[in-house]
């Protein structure tokens, strides 16, 4: 086997960790959940599962990558052939995410571009992106461009320089994102929004609000895609695996947060109404923030580039790891695999972007076409994926392997937990909610 390179200090593994996991879901997706969920009571609810679930499924996915030395197909296959198809299986959800993915991404593109073009007062108009967005062919200009810089960044080998400067511009987009959010707090009636995020009102807790926050979780924190199991293999065996976990989650979260506090109380401010918004709720919202900021064509032009960013390197690792996979799977070039993968995921995206147009009447099961590759990878297929793994590996390989990987290095501060959640809670609670589900897709319980 080939020896695989490592990364050259701990910082590098979290920042890489963190680069993957920090993107347009802890921008863009968390705060219109916490606004259409019920604000704090999701929050609480997201919160107890990254502590208990995305820590313990994330030690054990690195722990994995670590034992293996190897990408998902390959490491699932090592604890038994039969194994293989999970791998699989975790390579399919980034696919079916890549598509939409970068049709947002082409969003954010739209807006540095108007930022540039001095347009911001027009980008804070309410219909603005509702009339960007229901065009046929502009949009997914954008999703094609944002595609191309992807294609790019990975054909010239620069992916590296480019993680480099979104190791810079990472910390950057914290500051300003922190700024944005003391400003919009300040917005007269956003007292409201704050209370609306902090304090949980448990009259709208219900199911979906699980659903919602376990999707978002396994969403941010990149989980059961295969991805931590990637990182996980380039790791030192000398590293403190739980303090890495730690610290990609404590940066997915707080950027999340902070990003939740600078939109939604600007929802309360301006327009209520929004709430339900959904996947514009960014940026019909932000616009409107820039507009009253001092200098705020410039402010918004930079969050978006910063945004641009974050979505990109999260983009690029979202396809490297269907160009990995493609290329072990059917014994292709490198090169004929970054097409196949860029082509693909640029025809899943198409419909996704004409649903907010000209397809708007086309609806499966009811939602829309993004929201439904949205919900199938997120609310279904990753519960899937991670069931499997917890009796994979709570059961029918065991814990040993994973414990001992772990103890290489220190030792295994929250092993009771991690067994509790891996053997008995993590299935009972995946298996109740995958079969809720389904039930629910062909329409025998509505909840
Ligand atoms: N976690 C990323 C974000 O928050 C998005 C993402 C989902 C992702 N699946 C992924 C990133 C797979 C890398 C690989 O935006």
């Known amino acids: 086997m080939k020896e695989r390179e490592g990364f050259s200090s701990k910082l590098g593994f979290v920042l890489a960790a963190a ?3 920090v993107g347009l879901g802890n921008i863009w997706r968390f705060p ?3 606004a259409k969920y019920g604000g704090g009571i999701f929050l609480l609810v997201y919160l107890i599962l990254v502590l208990t679930f995305g820590y313990s499924i994330m030690t054990l996915e690195i722990a994995i990558g670590r034992k293996t030395k190897q990408s998902p197909i390959g490491a699932y296959s090592r604890f038994g052939k039969k194994f293989a198809w999970v791998g699989l299986l975790t390579v399919i959800i980034p696919f079916l995410i890549s598509g939409y993915y970068s049709v ?5 593109i739209k807006y540095l571009v108007v930022y540039f073009q001095n347009l911001s007062a027009a980008a804070a108009n309410s219909s603005f992106f509702a009339d960007f967005t229901s065009k046929p062919v502009e949009p997914i200009v954008y999703q094609v461009l944002f595609i191309l810089v992807s294609a790019f960044i990975l054909a010239a080998g ?16 914290v500051v300003l994102s922190l700024f944005v959010a003391v400003y919009t707090i300040t917005l007269p009636g956003s007292l409201e929004g704050v209370k609306y995020i902090l304090i949980p009102d448990f009259s709208n807790f219900g199911f979906e609000t699980i659903v919602g926050a376990l999707g ?3 969403y941010s924190m990149s989980l059961a895609m295969g991805i931590m199991i990637t990182y996980g293999s380039y790791l030192s065996k000398k590293d403190d695996i739980e303090k890495n976990v730690r610290n990609v989650e404590i940066f997915d979260t707080a950027i999340a947060i902070i990003a939740t506090f600078m939109i939604v109380p600007a929802v309360f401010a301006f327009d209520k109404t929004q709430l339900n918004q959904g996947p514009g709720l960014m940026f019909i919202t932000l616009p409107k923030v820039f507009a009253q900021i001092p200098l705020g064509t410039v402010v918004g032009g930079a969050f978006f580039v910063l945004v641009a960013f974050a979505a990109l390197t999260s983009y690029i690792s979202i396809l490297e790891v269907l160009i990995s996979s493609v290329c072990d799977l059917f014994k292709i070039k490198r090169k004929y695999a970054v097409a ?4 693909a995921s640029c025809l899943l995206g198409i419909p996704s972007s004409l649903g907010f147009g000209v397809w708007s009447d086309f609806t499966i099961l009811g939602y829309s076409i993004l929201d439904f590759f949205d919900t ?3 609310s279904f297929l990753l519960p899937i994926a991670a069931f499997v793994t917890c009796v994979i590996f709570g059961w029918l390989v065991g814990l040993k392997p994973i414990h001992d990987e772990i103890e290489l290095s220190s030792a295994f501060r929250r092993k009771k937990i991690f067994n509790v959640i891996i053997r008995y809670i993590g299935p009972v609670f995946l298996a109740i909610i995958v079969i809720t589900n389904i039930l629910q897709i062909i329409g025998i319980v509505s909840i």
């Not at 947002?104 to 954010?108: F, K, L, M, Q, S």
């Not at 196949?340 to 082509?343: D, G, N, P, Y």
């Open 19 to 21: 680069g993957s996991a």
């Open 32 to 34: 219109y959940l916490v």
């Open 104 to 108: 947002i991404g082409g969003w954010v």
């Open 158 to 173: 620069v992916k590296s320089g480019v993680e480099r400067a979104s190791k810079m511009l990472m910390p950057l987009l």
């Open 216 to 218: 978002q979780m396994f």
């Open 340 to 343: 196949l993968c860029v082509v």
């Open 376 to 378: 199938i990878a997120n």
